[in-house]
C-alpha cells in the first residue's frame, strides 16, 4: 500500500511538473505574441497622398480603389487575429485593383505599379498568418506597401503632366510647322525637277 501511495504521489509530481512547464511555455508564448501585437500595431499606419485634381476627378468613383483605400486605412486595435483577418481582407480587395483601372489610367505602367503593390500586400497576408510572425519582415513589407501607394499616385501624376507637355511648349503648332515645312520643300522639290525637265526639253527641241 506504501508503495501504491508513493507511486502516486510520485507521478502527481510529475503531472504538476509538467503542467507548470506547460503553463510557463503558454505564459512565454503569450508574451511573445503580446509584444509583436504592440510591434506591428505601432507601424500600422498607411499613407494615401493627396491627389491632384485631374488625379482626384478620374479615380472618382472608383470602388474598388475607395474599397481598397478604406479597408487599409482601418487599423485593428485588439490582437493578432484581428491584424490578420485584415491582411486578408486587404489582399482580396487588391487582387481587382489592376483589373478595374479607369480609362484614364488603363495603361502598362499603371497597371504594373497595381500589380506590384498587390504582390507586397499578399505577402503581407503570407508573412502575418505564419505561426512565428518575423515582425521585422512585416514591420518592412509595411514600409514596402506605402512606398507602392506613393509610387501609384506618382504614375497617375505622370500621366496628365505628359498630357500637358505638348500645350506647355506648343508641340502642336510645331508639329503642323513641320508638316507645312515638308509639304513647302517637297512642293519646291518638285518644281524644280519640272523645270530641269521642261530645260531638258527645250534644249533638245532647240537642238
Not at 508564448?29 to 503580446?34: P, S, V
Not at 483601372?101 to 497597371?111: A, N, S
Not at 505561426?131 to 501607394?149: A, H, M, R, S
Request: charged residues 35%; neutral net charge; contains cysteine.
Amino acid at each position: 500500500m506504501k508503495y501504491l501511495v508513493a507511486l502516486i504521489l510520485s507521478l502527481s509530481l510529475l503531472s504538476c511538473d509538467d503542467f507548470s512547464k506547460q503553463n510557463e511555455e503558454s505564459l512565454k508564448l503569450a508574451e511573445k505574441k503580446e509584444a509583436v501585437f504592440e510591434t506591428i500595431s505601432k507601424k500600422w499606419q498607411f499613407v494615401f497622398p493627396e491627389p491632384r485634381p485631374e488625379v482626384n476627378k478620374t479615380i472618382d468613383g472608383w470602388k474598388h480603389w475607395e474599397q481598397f483605400k478604406r479597408e487599409l486605412q482601418e487599423k485593428p486595435k485588439t490582437s493578432l487575429l484581428a491584424f490578420q483577418l485584415k491582411a486578408k481582407n486587404v489582399s482580396k480587395r487588391a487582387d481587382s485593383l489592376s483589373t478595374t483601372v479607369p480609362e484614364t489610367f488603363d495603361i502598362p505602367q499603371v497597371r504594373s505599379r497595381l500589380v506590384t503593390l498587390n504582390t507586397k500586400i499578399k505577402s503581407l497576408d503570407t508573412y502575418i498568418h505564419l505561426d512565428e510572425i518575423p515582425e521585422k519582415k512585416v514591420v518592412t513589407l509595411i514600409d514596402e506597401i506605402n512606398e507602392e501607394i506613393k509610387g501609384v499616385y506618382t504614375q497617375w501624376d505622370e500621366v496628365f503632366i505628359k498630357k500637358a507637355i505638348p500645350k506647355e511648349v506648343g508641340e502642336d503648332d510645331m508639329i503642323r510647322a513641320l508638316d507645312t515645312t515638308r509639304l513647302a520643300n517637297k512642293k519646291f522639290q518638285e518644281e524644280i525637277i519640272e523645270n530641269d525637265k521642261n530645260k531638258a526639253t527645250d534644249t533638245i527641241t532647240k537642238e
